[in-house]
């Protein structure tokens, strides 16, 4: 099952708070002790429960109406930064779309109402198992001993799956909160990379070389991903 965690009206036809509501008078800030000490509010997530096929129903897709909100909030505040994700959950889950995706997407409140975790599977099959939510990686039945930065940058190319991935990207989205002091040389990366696939052992093909360009994962039939509740698809949008 597929939710956005974005949701307005088809394009043609998206918000206009401006034009068609009468002016509101500015929120006031909320009283300081509403808020954790030494906090601001910085944005807002908005959640929204909404399949391709309910999309589909309603004469719009996901895509068509990520950026019919993204057009009202220029409108509305044009310094605003947006970003958009789907959140992914295993297909038949039940429960309201949209408690899926709070869930899905790792909402604080949703997160600590579901305590209930689901029976832990500890069945690990031959190849490659990669468990997102635990941030494990089997090989033939045997944990793969990676570094905190090898799982993630396993992890970033397995969520961008078949889509070759640059190295200046990964530098930028890997160690986006390094200084310049400290983040990798694109060189460096390499290096990442040559000691992840070494871990990988007989498996180190499904992190291919694009000569001149990067990385891609390309998973084949010994290749398992476990993802949990969900895991977000930051290529969707």
């Known amino acids: 099952m597929s939710n956005t965690a974005l949701l307005t009206r088809p394009a ?4 206009r ?3 068609d509501v009468a002016p509101a008078k500015p929120a006031a800030p909320a009283p300081a002790a509403a808020l954790p000490a030494g906090t601001a509010p910085r944005g807002f997530a908005l959640y929204v429960g909404i399949d391709e096929a309910k999309a589909a129903a309603d ?3 996901l895509s068509v109406l990520v950026e019919a909100l ?4 220029g409108e509305l505040a044009p310094h605003a930064e947006t970003y958009a994700t789907v959140a992914l959950a295993p297909a038949g889950a039940g429960g309201r779309d ?3 995706v709070r869930l899905a997407l790792h909402e604080p409140s ?3 109402r579901t305590k209930q975790d689901e029976p832990a599977d500890d069945h690990v099959p031959g190849g490659v198992t990669i468990d997102i939510s635990r941030r494990r990686v089997h090989i033939d039945g045997e944990a793969a001993p990676l570094t905190f930065k090898e799982f993630e940058l396993l992890q970033y190319l397995v969520l961008r799956e078949g889509r070759t991935i640059e190295r200046t990207e990964l530098v930028s989205s890997l160690w986006s909160h390094a200084g310049d002091d400290e983040a990798p040389g694109e060189r460096t990366i390499d290096v990442h990379v040559r000691r992840l696939r070494s871990k990988l052992g007989r498996y180190e ?7 001149g360009i990067g990385y891609r994962f390309d998973r084949h039939a010994d290749v398992v991903i476990r993802y949990g ?3 977000p698809s930051p290529d969707r949008f």
């Open 12 to 15: 043609t036809r998206h918000l």
């Open 17 to 19: 708070a401006v034009e």
């Open 59 to 61: 004469g719009v897709s």
């Open 70 to 73: 993204r057009r009202t909030i």
């Open 98 to 100: 949209v408690d899926v």
């Open 110 to 112: 949703a997160v600590a």
């Open 205 to 211: 093909d499904i992190v291919r070389t694009v000569r």
């Open 229 to 231: 509740h969900g895991t």
